[in-house]
């Protein structure tokens, strides 16, 4: 009777470790599907900055991203840059440093603190009114016409059109500002022109 029951026993031991053991290779090969996929998502991982208002679908790839992004972003940016006050321009600088690349950032945190400086001395505001986009996918960059306001003691000084180029690029996996020039207007945008032309910010 108690040999029986031993066999009995022995039995249903190696019957519980084979469950046991096809249990453990199963989370061994789970593991090493998830370890895999891992592996080749490193490396992909990218962060997308978009401004704080969407109203287009995008996409955005490892090194590209759309019209439609350039558009939206260029605008944000033009927004940042070009419509400041004395009381706004701090804030939206601190902002606008978010989006520089790090190799960039210095050059454009001085840019906008000497314009700062010419604000508050005048006590002047400019506004830009955007009239017309013409993204290049390809060069990821944007030109953006439209007339820049210009007031000085609440009383406006000039009203001129304008044309700005702004340039986008993947750094860490991470779009970018790359720059933001005042380009040559020609009443209408023309990135060939921009390219070749490119001039210093207001």
């Not at 993947?170 to 790359?178: A, E, N, Q, T």
Request: zero cysteines; aromatic letters at 6%.
């Amino acid at each position: 009777m108690d040999e029986a029951r031993y066999k009995a026993d022995l039995k249903d031991l190696r019957s519980r470790n084979r469950r046991q053991g096809f249990a453990i290779g199963g989370l061994i090969a789970t593991l090493l599907l998830t370890l895999s996929t891992l592996n080749q998502t490193i490396g992909s991982v990218r962060t997308v900055v978009v401004p704080p208002s969407i109203t287009k679908s995008f996409w955005v790839t490892s090194d590209k991203a759309s019209n439609e992004y350039l558009e939206q972003m260029g605008g944000y940016m033009a927004w940042l840059i070009l419509d400041v006050t004395p009381s706004t321009i701090k804030w939206k600088t601190d902002t606008l440093l978010t989006y520089v690349g790090p190799e960039n950032a210095g050059a454009m945190k001085i840019k906008q603190e000497v314009e700062a400086e010419r604000l508050k001395r005048l006590n002047g505001s400019t506004y830009f009114l955007l009239q017309q986009l013409t993204p290049d996918e390809t060069k990821q960059s944007i030109v953006m016409v439209g007339r820049l306001r210009t007031q000085i003691n609440g009383m406006d000084t000039s009203t001129e059109q304008k044309s700005y180029l702004a340039e986008f690029h993947v750094k860490g996996g991470r779009m970018h500002l790359k720059q933001f020039l005042e380009v040559p207007n020609n009443g209408h945008a023309s990135l060939a022109i921009a390219a070749g032309d490119a001039a210093a910010v207001r």
